[in-house]
T-cell receptor, first 116, second 115 residues
Framework: GAVVSQHPSWVICKSGTSVKIECRSLDFQATTMFWYRQFPKQSLMLMATSNEGSKATYEQGVEKDKFLINHASLTLSTLTVTSAHPEDSSFYIC????????????FGPGTRLTVL | AQSVTQLGSHVSVSEGALVLLRCNYSSSVPPYLFWYVQYPNQGLQLLLKYTSAATLVKGINGFEAEFKKSETSFHLTKPSAHMSDAAEYFCAVSAGGTSYGKLTFGQGTILTVHP
């Protein structure tokens, strides 16, 4: 149980375009989802926290207008990278947790974004 | 503010040898501490967690970790390494209050197991 999927697993896009990444909890209801970014040889950095039906809370330094997060249902959250640039190339990872169990996060396999 | 330092980006052991992966943390409040493992092309999987109960925490696959407040450490150990333990391991810390659930990760340690 507690499986989280991400789609796509990798994507290549041109500079200036927008890319949407989906995060789904397959066998549980995720009241909270987290989005992380991992640059090569660096650790995971939390970008934002989203609760179902609420606006996402962004970490300091993360542009909310550039990284649009939607958590419209208990099984799906999306991250849209708008007007992507090469410096946005990274590994994006989502995680999900159940209601009242936010101390345990279940992670997706990640999405590799390359912006040309 | 909280932070995590994992000592050693790469650790290599022989099969059957002791595994020791080091993690030190900094937190202004009593922390929750976690170890995650990531196999190639897979998501992070929780190995074990400390949430202010017993200081010696047992996890899956024979791993355990001991919370030592005086040393601000949460090292991960396994008595006997197996080939299947080869993976990348992440230590993470979470604080309570409004930061509850938000994880701060260390930079990861890649474990290699030699036959």
């Amino acid at each position: 149980g507690a499986v989280v999927s991400q789609h796509p697993s990798w994507v290549i896009c041109k500079s200036g375009t927008s890319v949407k990444i989906e995060c789904r909890s397959l066998d549980f209801q995720a009241t909270t989802m987290f989005w992380y970014r991992q640059f090569p040889k660096q650790s995971l950095m939390l970008m934002a926290t989203s609760n179902e039906g609420s606006k996402a809370t962004y970490e300091q330094g993360v542009e909310k207008d550039k990284f649009l997060i939607n958590h419209a249902s208990l099984t799906l959250s999306t991250l849209t990278v708008t007007s992507a640039h090469p410096e946005d190339s990274s590994f994006y990872i989502c995680s999900a947790s159940r209601r009242f169990h936010t101390d345990t996060q279940y992670f997706g396999p990640g999405t590799r974004l390359t912006v040309l | 503010a909280q932070s995590v330092t994992q000592l050693g980006s790469h650790v290599s052991v022989s099969e059957g040898a002791l595994v020791l992966l080091r993690c030190n943390y900094s937190s202004s409040v009593p922390p929750y501490l976690f170890w995650y493992v990531q196999y190639p092309n897979q998501g992070l999987q929780l190995l074990l967690k400390y949430t202010s109960a017993a200081t010696l925490v047992k996890g899956i696959n024979g791993f355990e970790a001991e919370f030592k407040k005086s040393e601000t450490s949460f090292h991960l150990t396994k008595p006997s390494a197996h080939m299947s333990d080869a993976a990348e391991y992440f230590c993470a810390v979470s604080a309570g209050g409004t930061s509850y659930g938000k994880l701060t990760f260390g930079q990861g340690t890649i474990l290699t197991v030699h036959p």
